[in-house]
């Protein structure tokens, strides 16, 4: 399994600020993603963290507002923009491993917007 | 139509029980693989159990079994000998692996139930 650790845990921010949230992985692995849980709700899939390259944005997100970093195998960030109080969330980050087909996430960025 | 569908949305058992938590699931891909996580309040995803399409066997882990009928398309979690730990927010969630015009390694998830173990 893979260990995978978030920062910060949690964060209280004010609207139109943007916050950086970080993944680091503990191995190398094959693809990262960005999960975002609003309140009372299921996992929506923000982004794909492609190494070296663009994000791929799921309908709905887009670069401007969720801008994704992924430099190496084992580390992404997620950059919230202009945040409003429709974005207090829980923000995920999860990772699939190339030699099993098991999907790990990390402890989440719980972010409220005020 | 929904991938996932977990119909109860909230779960009663008492402890040393056992408690069967429902999950159909909606694909047409041959291969896929399902998953169950558990939240605690604290917000992370524990990951349970995974069962891949191909699979002959039903999954188990610990406590954990997964039930899967594939020709009804449920996978529904068994948790044997509840525990008062056990008391949280459950997800099942699939994963398309043919990658037919979705993201491929996206997981989609259903609404989830929230279990709770009373001693």
């Known amino acids: 399994s893979a260990v995978i650790s978030q920062k910060p845990s949690r964060d209280i921010c004010q609207r139109g600020t943007s916050l950086t949230i970080q993944c680091q992985v503990d191995?190398?692995?094959?693809?990262m993603f960005w999960y975002r849980q609003q309140p009372g709700q299921s996992l929506t899939l923000i982004a794909t963290a492609n190494q070296g390259s663009e994000a791929t944005y799921e309908s709905g997100f887009v670069i401007d507002k969720f801008p994704i970093s992924r430099p190496n195998l084992t580390f992404s960030t997620l950059t919230v923009s202009n945040m409003s109080p429709e974005d207090s969330s829980i923000y995920l980050c999860?990772?699939?491993?190339?030699?099993?087909?098991?999907?790990?996430f990390g402890p989440g960025t719980r972010l409220t917007v005020t | 139509a929904q991938k996932i569908t977990q119909t109860q949305p909230g779960m009663f058992v008492q402890e040393k029980e056992a408690v069967t938590l429902d999950c159909t699931y909606d694909t047409s891909d041959p291969s896929y693989g399902l998953f169950w996580y558990k939240q605690p309040s604290s917000g992370e995803m524990i990951f349970l159990i995974y069962?891949?399409?191909?699979?002959?066997q039903n999954a188990t882990e610990g406590r954990y079994s997964l039930n899967f009928q594939k020709a009804r398309k449920s996978a529904n979690l068994v948790i044997s000998a509840s525990q008062l730990g056990d008391s949280a927010m459950y997800f099942c969630?699939?994963?398309?692996?043919?990658?037919?015009?979705?993201?491929?390694?996206?997981?989609?998830f259903g609404r989830g139930t929230q279990l709770t173990v009373w001693p």
């Open positions: 969630a699939m994963r398309e692996d043919t990658n037919r015009g979705s993201t491929l390694g996206r997981l989609y």
């Open positions: 191995s190398q692995v094959t693809m």
């Open positions: 999860s990772v699939m491993t190339g030699s099993s087909y098991e999907q790990y």
């Open positions: 069962q891949g399409s191909y699979d002959q």
